[in-house]
């Protein structure tokens, strides 16, 4: 799958064929600039009258003109179809992240995963602009010179020939030997590192809590160390092919005038010799470019790899995943029957978290699991942590798949679309995620229609009405990740983007956890009595103890069962 990320971060022929037409012409330029200038100056010593000079002179004043030119427009097109073509690239990485999060992503370290969709998505458009685009111009532009030598001075071009193909084949072999390992060693550190100053930001008042700043700042620092010295070991490999191309192009100017020595002054003039002998000067520093592209190729190829990494075209096992084209329409919560009837519907339900490898994990975290819920109801599953409390909320919002049947108002889950399910069923995470946006952002996009008066009155509903006016109304800032609000008040929030929403079936996962116990009764009276005005169907899952009169029955799972 690899290969399919590289053809997706190469653009299209017709994208980039202006970018490379404009960088063949300012090399090829280039290059002529240098030897028409080689050739006025020699045949100007020989003092011919000045319009013998007039075709070069303009020449030179042309090509160095067209030599800028032909630069600006490569730049301006190839870097126009590079962005262009790595904006595909992440919308298609974010496409297939979305299809297997979150219980695809649930063993991802978030910080090298960040490195991945950042770092390793960028270095993508090197492919374009630093190894196709070099490869061609310089194969191109060496073809050219080869041939403009040899019309000159057979034997000049023969020499020019071999010297080049001997640039293209020891730089190319050496370049990729010496980045062999590199790379994948780069990309390794950088997302280490990206990892660490994640975990510090994130985590740093517990660290200072902690008193262990220091020692995860020592590691952080060693983790930068080492990434320099990654980094010096391959700048020091481009500089080693850089010297030896210089070698093979002194080598190769040196031969080439011994070749076209007999000739001067038999049939080869002094204009044309010197022409002959600076032309491979010229074309060599073009051709120098081609061991650098090798070296940006084995970090592309690299960073194509840790992309394909973080977000797999195979979908791991039984993580559920959603195909549906972007145009699809948005889920449609189902109609379900009077209070009383069957909500849902569990058989002899299994299931087991993805390993890393994309893998079923080999012990299930749920097994067997049997469970009808009637609409009304407010059922309450206890457990001890890791009993599987979440991961049958996984299973009921269809992030997870199963074994066993599982049924949404008597229809089969697997004859709905996942859209479907999860706008039937809503799930209230243990922690979560508000954005960085003021409160009625936070709230809208539950549902876009809502006027404040709607918003206002549904945190009303959860016990938010005093808080938002002492916060200065709807346009209050929740901070980064709702660092501006408690526990309590985040579950509130969450709370009334689902009432919003209109779910008729509601899971509750853990709700109380991380709150003071002192508010956590509280707490979850309110939500379960906000819930339950609408008629909202209730599956509550706490280790908190909850009041027998804000539930209608308890169920507990213990070991992946219904004890």
């Known amino acids: 799958m690899t290969n399919s990320i590289l053809r997706t971060a190469q653009p299209s022929l017709r994208r980039s064929w202006p970018g490379l037409a404009a960088g063949v012409l300012s090399a090829l330029s280039g290059v002529a600039l240098l030897a028409m200038s080689a050739y006025l100056i020699t045949r100007a010593a020989e003092q011919p009258p000045i ?293 849902l519907t569990l058989a002899g339900v299994g299931a087991a978290w993805p390993e890393p490898d994309g893998g079923a994990s080999s012990s299930p975290a749920l097994s067997d699991v049997t469970l009808e819920v009637a609409v009304g109801d407010r059922v309450l599953i206890e457990g001890p942590s890791g009993a599987g409390k979440t991961t049958l909320a996984q299973v009921l919002v269809r992030f997870l798949d199963h074994s066993g049947s599982y049924r949404i108002g008597g229809v089969a889950d697997a004859e709905l679309r996942p859209a479907d399910v999860r706008a039937t069923v809503g799930l209230i995470e243990q922690t979560p995620y508000l954005f960085d946006e003021n409160v009625r952002q936070n709230l809208l996009f539950a549902r876009d229609t809502a006027t404040d008066d709607e918003l206002t009155a549904v945190l009303e509903r959860v016990g938010l009405g005093e808080w938002l006016r002492e916060r200065g109304g709807l346009t209050a800032r929740l901070g980064e990740r709702g660092e501006l609000v408690s526990g309590g008040q985040a579950q509130r929030i969450s709370l009334a983007r689902a009432l919003l929403r209109g779910f008729p079936i509601l899971v509750l996962d853990e709700p109380a956890a991380g709150v003071d116990p002192a508010v956590a009764d509280v707490l979850l009276r309110d939500l379960l009595t906000a819930a339950a005005a609408d008629g909202t169907t209730v599956i509550l899952i706490s280790h908190v103890p909850v009041a027998a009169s804000l539930v209608t029955r308890r169920v507990r799972l213990v070991g992946g069962r219904l004890a």
């Open 51 to 343: 319009l013998y000079l007039s075709i070069a002179i303009v020449s030179v004043r042309l090509f160095a003109l067209t030599r800028a030119v032909f630069r600006y427009l490569e730049r301006v097109a190839s870097h126009d179809a590079a962005f262009r073509q790595l904006a595909v690239v992440r919308t298609g990485l974010y496409r297939r992240l979305v299809r297997i999060a979150p219980a695809g992503l649930s063993r991802t370290d978030r910080g090298d995963l960040l490195s991945r969709v950042v770092s390793d998505v960028d270095a993508l458009q090197d492919l374009p602009l630093r190894v196709a685009q070099p490869l061609v111009i310089s194969g191109v532009s060496a073809l050219a010179a080869v041939v403009a030598v040899f019309i000159v001075a057979p034997r000049a071009g023969l020499v020019l020939l071999v010297g080049l193909l001997v640039a293209f084949v020891v730089g190319c072999l050496l370049a990729s030997r010496l980045a062999r390992t590199s790379e994948m060693d780069l990309a390794e550190r950088r997302g280490a590192l990206s990892a660490a100053v994640l975990d510090t930001v994130q985590n740093l008042d517990v660290l200072v809590a902690f008193g262990a700043i220091d020692r995860q700042l020592d590691r952080v620092d060693a983790l930068d160390a080492d990434l320099r010295g990654a980094s010096l070991r391959r700048a020091s490999s481009a500089g080693i092919v850089a010297g030896l191309i210089a070698l093979v192009s002194g080598a190769t100017v040196l031969f080439t005038i011994v070749a076209a020595a007999p000739s001067l002054g038999h049939g080869l003039t002094g204009p044309e010799f010197a022409l002959v002998a600076l032309v491979p000067l010229a074309v060599f520093e073009v051709v120098g470019a081609v061991p650098v592209a090798v070296l940006a190729w084995r970090k592309v190829a690299a960073s194509a790899r840790r992309v394909d990494e973080a977000a797999p075209s195979s979908s791991p096992v039984g993580v559920v995943i959603d195909d549906e084209p972007d145009d699809a329409p948005a889920g449609v919560a189902l109609e379900l029957g009077p209070v009383g009837s069957p909500a």
